[in-house]
């Protein structure tokens, strides 16, 4: 099989020649007459996603004549790191604050205190449980997670064990047997479990047998995929709910026999895409990085202006495979910057 750059190369390359409108919304007017400190906090410095998100506000804040603060933890599970910057921001007089939280109410006291110095709070990708925040820019984690039941049911012909690896702070981990889990981990994690457990429950020869949680450590992923499949050695699905917890299920069932556990991802890194094409992973959700990072830094200026901004920006969500990777608009969403 040819490799996934050369099998990709002649799309990307047209793709290239008409970058600017394949990622960057179509601003209409927003005034750049003035530069606005920005700051954009989000909940780790590292993976491909968070670099595509941080590309997309870029070029948001290049469009907009922003100067925009990149600010991230080493590790999503960082919760009191990530409310420490957030009030470094507010020290800083930030005029706008675009937050992608690593907990619902973990962040939320802290978001307060900025609308109470009147700083505007945006939550991207992750919603924050406080009133005060002006409007949520990224995708339907409940949805995300019934299109992965589907098609990972779909593939496991409506019977069997499936098991999750699923992402959120380390803190919450012992606290999975109670409600706290809903109310201090992430949301986005939270809403793609749930979407993806009801969907599930319409299958009575489907069972869950395991939800993991992982943190922003691949080896963690790698672990406790390992566990699993040696506490349930008749699993035939696994289903994993971010970047991290993907790539690190993924390098484990890379080891087994070919199509022994199939395997529905999230995110769509170039390790993500090649486990896709060598067919160790059969389908992965992806979103919009891109879109999020640039329609959170330009509803930000908008808000600043007095503008009014929707609550809620959808992004969207959608499944690739082998059959619809290839597709132009899919090639889009999968390669956003190629130059």
């Known amino acids: 099989m040819r490799s996934l750059r050369t099998l990709l190369l002649p799309v990307c390359a047209a793709g290239s020649l008409l970058l600017t409108s394949c990622v960057s919304p ?11 400190n920005i700051d954009m906090i989000v909940k780790m410095s590292k993976g491909d996603y968070w670099n595509t998100v941080k590309l997309g506000a870029e070029a948001a804040a290049k469009d907009f004549n922003v100067n925009l603060n990149f600010k991230a933890p080493d590790s999503e599970s960082d919760i009191n790191g990530q409310v420490a910057l957030v009030q470094e921001s507010i020290q800083g007089k930030a005029d706008a604050i675009v937050l992608a939280a690593s907990s619902y109410m973990g962040l939320a006291q802290v978001v307060d205190q900025a609308a109470y110095v009147k700083i505007p709070v945006l939550s991207v990708d992750a919603e924050v449980g406080s009133a005060k925040v002006t409007s949520y820019i990224g995708s339907n984690g409940y949805e995300a997670g019934q299109k992965a039941a589907e098609r990972l049911i779909e593939l496991l012909k409506g019977y069997g064990e499936i098991g999750i690896l ?3 702070s380390s803190s919450v981990h012992q606290e999975t047997e109670s409600s706290s889990v809903f109310d201090y981990g992430a949301r986005d994690a939270n809403e793609r479990e749930k ?18 949680y992982t943190s922003s450590s691949e080896a963690e992923a790698e672990q406790l995929t390992r566990d699993m499949l040696h506490k349930h050695p008749a699993l035939r699905g696994i289903a994993t709910m971010n970047e991290t917890a993907s790539q690190g299920a993924g390098k484990v069932v890379q080891t087994l026999k070919r199509g022994a556990v199939k395997m529905v991802a999230f995110d769509s890194s170039p390790a993500m895409m090649e486990l896709l094409q060598e067919g160790t992973v059969q389908a992965t959700v992806i979103q919009n ?27 969207g969500t959608k499944l690739i495979d082998l059959e619809n990777m290839l597709w132009p608009e899919n090639q889009k969403l999968l390669f956003p910057f190629v130059r």
């Not at 179509?26 to 606005?36: A, E, H, I, L, N």
């Not at 879109?291 to 330009?298: I, Q, R, W």
């Open 26 to 36: 179509q601003p209409d007017y927003v005034s750049t007459g003035r530069t606005r």
């Open 289 to 315: 990085p891109f879109s999020n990072g640039y329609l959170a830094v330009k509803q930000a200026v908008q808000v600043l202006e007095g503008k009014k901004v929707e609550e809620r920006v959808d992004t």
């Open 195 to 212: 979407g993806f457990l009801n969907y599930a429950a319409r299958y009575p020869n489907v069972h869950v047998v395991q939800i993991s």
């Open 166 to 168: 699923n992402f959120t």
